[in-house]
């Protein structure tokens, strides 16, 4: 099929697709303690299904194609590892634009070097497919095998893969200190090099206002004026801890046994449903076509 414009989409689980909440979906970690004993934890990820064919993307312009990387726990380091290699293999300038959708930095995604690009990633379920003009792109696997996620210390503690407690606060301030930020900023100057380099023009979607305090900065490109996605009050899109828009629920204090978090954290708040996605992706959408 003919296409009016081809985008590269680079985001994390907001990006992935739209999301359905299933209290029974509890995903554990096995953290190994001090004296070498193992103990069960709530990850705090779960309570929630994926479905990848409905990311807010899709309600973009459906005359243009867009190749999108959904990255739960993902940032701007392991967006500038995708489009570098885009960028070596002779591919970016195949793109008439790119949009990096951010969210809270630093977050650290490494992949195993000894696995070809190709292989680490892999489309959504022939059933969870989004419409033709969407190529779709997820992460394969974690843990040791091929992408690894460790944790941010910005807001979600210990679901990217560690286990970070108040009592190693030093340990967060160490992860959001100066080596993590000139790690985050080198792979954002990489972002906007590369499109600099070979005129595409990049554009950028932050999901709130207090991201932009704390994301790398990349000179060239347009940040999309869009309301936000994320909080409440005028600047917002107004779909922020709304049920019909926001997947979240109580959790049965049972089974809430998150040791960072206490057992009065009784409320999960997860990412958007198919209707939020929509109230995002129409925000877009206005804004590219004014700038594309």
């Given amino acids: 099929m003919s296409y009016r414009k081809r985008a590269l989409i680079l985001g994390c689980s907001f990006t992935a697709g739209s999301y359905t909440w299933d209290p029974d979906n509890v995903i554990w970690h096995h953290v190994t303690q001090s004296d070498g004993s193992v103990k069960k934890i709530d990850s705090g990820v779960g309570r929630e299904r994926l479905d990848t064919s409905h990311p807010w993307c899709r309600w973009l312009n459906p005359q243009d194609h867009y190749t999108v990387y959904g990255l739960p726990g993902a940032g701007i380091i392991q967006h500038a590892t995708i489009l570098e290699q885009y960028y070596i293999t002779d591919k970016l300038k195949d793109f008439d634009y790119v949009v990096l959708q951010t969210t809270f930095e630093p977050r650290l995604t490494f992949s195993n070097p000894d696995v070809a690009f190709d292989d680490l990633f892999e489309p959504p379920r022939e059933d ?55 790690a985050v900023q080198c792979a954002a100057e990489l972002i906007n090099h590369r499109c600099a380099e070979l005129k595409i023009p990049l554009f950028i979607f932050n999901f709130g206002k207090w991201i932009e305090e704390n994301t790398a900065t990349c000179p060239n490109a347009t940040v999309l004026p869009v309301p936000y996605a994320w909080g409440d009050g005028k600047d917002t899109m107004g779909i922020w801890m709304k049920k019909k828009y926001h997947v979240m629920g109580w959790i049965d204090p049972k089974i809430n046994n998150r040791a960072d978090l206490g057992p009065s954290n009784d409320m999960f708040v997860g990412h958007y449903n198919i209707q939020g996605n929509k109230v995002i992706g129409q925000h877009v959408r206005r804004a590219l076509e004014k700038l594309t």
């Avoid at 497919?129 to 941010?152: E, V, Y």
């Avoid at 503690?157 to 160490?174: I, M, P, R, W, Y």
């Fill in 128 to 182: 969870h497919k989004p419409p033709d003009n969407i190529t779709m792109w997820l992460p394969q696997g974690n843990g040791d095998t091929k992408i690894i996620n460790f944790l941010n210390a910005h807001g979600n503690n210990a679901n990217l893969g560690g286990n970070f407690t108040d009592s190693k606060h030093f340990v967060k301030q160490l992860f959001s200190g100066n080596t993590n930020r000139n």
